[in-house]
């Protein structure tokens, strides 16, 4: 078929097919979609100098999470079916040299060079690609103690990886994968937080008010030293409030996100969210990938 | 419409292939060098079915982790070869942040020295009884290593509630296992302002005496006295 035979073929089609062929394939600015990976990268690194100091009480030599014991508590559960699309190159490498600390080490060490490399635009699309699966390769070795936090940057690390590299204060080129890895990372975000909102309301805590001080509640794990009995967060009218401004700013934050996309109101809001949620339950880097990804959302030309 | 199409028509009979489809200022703009429009038609086909595909595997996985129904499960289930390798599998990971359930409250491992401990003892409270040494957690607190302590812990007082003590020696074993002084070790959960006084007086999730035989060291859980039999017993004093 001939070029112009194939453009009027694609005139006739329905205008939701043509809607979707306009919002996932044109051009975006690569620009826009390498300050969102630099600000993922950024997240990254800082996660994976986190994991320096306990990786190897986790998972080296013969750590509650070491390969061995890991296989002896799976196999003891019956669980060895669900785990076995839980691939990582660590189970290899471990295998390899032997579950030693300076392995892990080394691997959080690559990472860390990785989002530095990626985030200034270096190392080509391969580095993007290899920081995504390094990071993937960590957040299954954890299995067990990963989060929801390795959720968020899988999905975000992956997203940005299809943009061409480029630095996030570099010059301005339009190309087609940067308006898709924009776009993905701004739809997975969404329906990331419809699934929040819907099993936040699954539970009766975020209906009776408690579930805002449920968020503040662990003493001995918070960042900040708020709370407590003589606090203002103990009365039931600001828990109450923080509890439903929580349940009702988010959808409403996404919804102008996506309705006035150039404004900054949307955003604004659900960055609002987003630290409330990581002051009051200590939740930083969630809440720091939760911003950064909703900042995909926005108008990139 | 019109408009739209003008600057297709002309890209079309040159080599872009889908400028047709952008919006007014991004068609406007495809003639510029170092620009890359679009993918080809088959391409946009894959990526299309890969997109609805994408997204409703990782809806479901993420609305499965409040009760899924038997088919939401099996579907989620038949999807886990794709979202684990990726780790886009939520996996009953508490993506709603807070219910005020007991799994969230602060777990902390408690380790004695003391030899012989009574079987009381072992879940004799308050928390920071001068018995007890507390392994702390690692790094900041809302930072990885805290929340990596916690799972660990919450983790195995969820299986140790399920009645599951093998699952739970696995898991604490190597936290003991070089110590030869530690002879128990213990589970507990940090009061929180949540929490009532019934709540706080509860007894410790998990308790177990250290058994040490030549190499060999094991677990060996004791559960806590029923608090009917422990009434019974006064009453017959």
């Known amino acids: ?301 | 419409m019109s408009r739209r199409r003008k600057p297709a028509s002309q890209s079309s009979s040159s080599t872009s292939k889908s400028e047709n489809s952008l919006p007014d200022d991004q068609a406007a703009n495809t003639d510029e060098p170092g620009e890359n429009a679009g993918p080809g038609s088959n391409l946009k086909i894959l990526l299309s079915l890969w997109l609805i595909f994408h997204l409703f595997a990782i809806t479901l996985s993420y609305t499965g982790v409040v009760g899924p129904s038997e088919t939401h499960s099996q579907i989620n289930e038949a999807l886990q070869v794709y979202l684990r390798p990726a780790h886009f599998a939520a996996d009953g990971r508490p993506i709603y942040l807070a219910r005020g359930e007991a799994s969230e409250q602060p777990h902390r491992l408690q380790t004695s020295r003391l030899k012989p401990l009574a079987d009381a003892n072992l879940f004799a409270l308050p928390i920071d009884d001068s018995r007890w040494e507390t392994v702390a957690p690692p790094g900041a607190r809302g930072l990885g290593g805290n929340d990596r302590y916690h799972r660990w812990l919450s983790t195995a007082a969820t299986l140790s509630g399920n009645e599951q003590p093998s699952l739970v020696a696995e898991l604490l074993l190597p936290a003991v296992i070089d110590d030869t002084e530690i002879k128990a070790v213990r589970i507990v959960r940090l009061p929180t302002e949540l929490t009532t006084t019934a709540d706080d007086s509860a007894a410790p999730p998990y308790a177990a005496y250290v058994a040490r035989k030549n190499a060999n060291v094991s677990l060996v859980q004791v559960v806590q006295p029923r608090l009917s039999t422990q009434q019974r017993g006064d009453d017959d004093e």
């Open chain 1, 1 to 301: 078929m001939s070029d112009s035979a194939t453009d009027r073929s694609r005139e006739t089609l329905p205008a939701a097919i043509q809607g979707w062929d306009r919002f996932w394939f044109s051009p975006g600015s690569t620009r826009a979609a390498a300050r969102i990976r630099a600000g993922l990268c950024l997240i990254t690194a800082i996660y994976f100098i986190g994991a320096w100091g306990d990786c190897t009480r986790w998972l080296a030599g013969d750590a509650p999470f070491s390969v061995n014991r890991t296989s002896t508590f799976l196999q003891a559960a019956g669980l060895e079916n669900d785990a076995r699309w839980i691939v990582s190159p660590l189970f290899l490498i471990d295998r390899l040299f032997g579950g030693h600390g300076l392995v892990y080490r080394a691997y959080l060490l690559i990472g860390i060079g990785l989002c530095a490399a990626v985030a200034f635009g270096r190392g080509r699309q391969m580095a993007c690609w290899a920081l995504w699966i390094v990071f993937v390769g960590w957040a299954n070795r954890l299995m067990l103690l990963a989060g929801v936090t390795e959720i968020l940057l899988s999905l975000g690390l992956f997203a940005a990886a299809v943009a061409p590299p480029a630095a996030a204060v570099g010059s301005e080129r339009r190309d087609w994968k940067a308006g898709f890895s924009l776009r993905l990372n701004a739809v997975q975000i969404t329906l990331f937080a419809a699934c929040t909102i819907a099993t936040m309301l699954a539970g009766s805590a975020w209906w009776n008010g408690l579930a805002g001080y449920a968020l503040l509640a662990p003493i001995e794990d918070r960042t900040l030293g708020i709370g407590g009995p003589d606090s203002i967060f103990s009365q039931a009218i600001v828990y109450d409030l923080i509890t439903h401004g929580l349940v009702i700013a988010l959808p409403i934050g996404m919804l102008l996100c996506w309705v006035w996309r150039r404004s900054w109101i949307g955003p604004a809001i659900v960055i609002a969210w987003c630290a409330v949620v990581a002051i009051l339950g200590s939740h930083w880097l969630y809440g720091l990938t939760f911003a950064c990804l909703a900042l995909s959302i926005r108008q990139d030309d």
